[in-house]
């Protein structure tokens, strides 16, 4: 069935804006003066940073703390309580708009939740959904949403020939929000801010900060007129509203399930040969420390993988990510 096609029009979405940056760029007042410039009055703020109240003086909001050490061992609980803070804003507090400050700490608590499981690559089948869940449900939003991330360091790791022999090293790329993969990528617009409280845009879909972008952009003062120019940008064409998308997050498995689940893992059964040498690799790579010994296990792991005819394609790029992502995060620990 064909689809068919339709005049394009532009559509007023609320604006998804991400600021990332280190310590002391001026995230948290950026976001607030952002929020104020745009005209908003009822501005709520979830504050996991425990920093926001400090700025109470200068601006008037409404703040929600939510401490992620307060949740020991209880990482789920962390991110639905925050779900359910963020839908309140909206639905009881009637906010204009909403600030997550910040953003990393929720992939924080996603991380911590998967190592309870056991930290192996194969337990993120249970953190990626609620990770993606957590991003379409801030997307779905009714009301503008500003993000604040803390900064990371992007790296990758390239291979180098020397005397005939492949060894591999990181090569730092620049930073990055310190949250999932590309889910900076999702949002409208997205600001690295310096510590001189100016920013780049990385990634922009309104058009307004193109002379930024770029390692030969120009870094522009984050100041009131960021909040107008965004405000007028969305004053534009009808509003578009999808239906909130509300967090899924899944109670924990009952102790019968957990149990019957360890009873299939226990029963022996037929298998491919390559899958018990894969699966030794996977606990080594959870449990290498240093990066030198990553380095070490990356190389193993293609010698493995050069010689090992019957694995799938698609397995065995699993296999040399993993390895690849534990050499990158021990080389710069975020």
Request: some cysteine; charged content about 30%.
């Amino acid at each position: 069935m064909s689809i068919a096609f339709k005049k394009a029009k532009r559509s007023r979405i609320p604006i998804k804006l991400e600021l990332f940056g280190p310590p002391g760029a001026g995230k948290t007042w950026s976001s607030l003066l952002i929020a104020k410039s745009m005209g908003y009055e009822n501005i709520c703020l979830i504050d996991t940073e425990q920093s926001a109240s400090l700025y109470s003086k200068d601006f008037d909001f409404q703040v929600a703390d939510i401490k992620l050490d307060d949740y020991k061992n209880q990482q789920k609980k962390f991110v639905k309580d925050f779900c359910d803070t963020f839908e309140a804003a909206i639905f009881e507090a009637k906010a204009d708009c909403v600030i997550i400050d910040s953003l990393t700490h929720l992939w924080d608590a996603v991380k911590e939740y998967v190592n309870t499981l056991g930290g192996k690559y194969t337990d993120w089948a249970k953190g990626t959904p609620l990770w993606k869940s957590i991003i379409k449900m801030i997307l779905s939003s009714p009301v503008p949403v500003i993000i604040c991330s803390r900064a990371a360091y992007q790296d990758e790791v390239e291979a180098v020939e020397r005397n005939g022999k492949t060894t591999y090293q990181v090569k730092r790329l620049g930073t990055k929000a310190d949250v999932k993969g590309t889910a900076d990528y999702e949002f409208t617009t997205v600001f690295s801010v310096d510590m001189d409280h100016k920013f780049r845009a990385t990634k922009d879909r309104t058009g307004l900060f193109g002379s930024t972008m770029g390692e030969d952009g120009e870094p522009r003062p984050l100041d009131e007129s960021v909040g107008r120019e965004l405000k007028a940008w969305m004053g534009d064409g009808d509003l578009e509203v999808e239906d909130f998308a509300k967090a899924e997050i899944k109670e924990p498995e009952s102790k019968v399930e957990q149990a019957k689940k360890k009873v299939r893992k226990s029963t022996p059964v037929a298998d491919d040969s390559w899958k018990a040498m894969a699966n030794q690799y996977i606990d080594a790579i959870s449990g290498v420390e240093s990066h030198e010994d990553s380095i070490k296990l990356l190389e193993s792991v293609e010698e493995f993988l050069a010689g090992e005819k019957s694995m799938p394609a698609e397995s065995k790029d699993r296999l040399r990510t993993m390895a690849t992502d534990k050499v990158t995060e021990l080389e710069a620990p975020f």
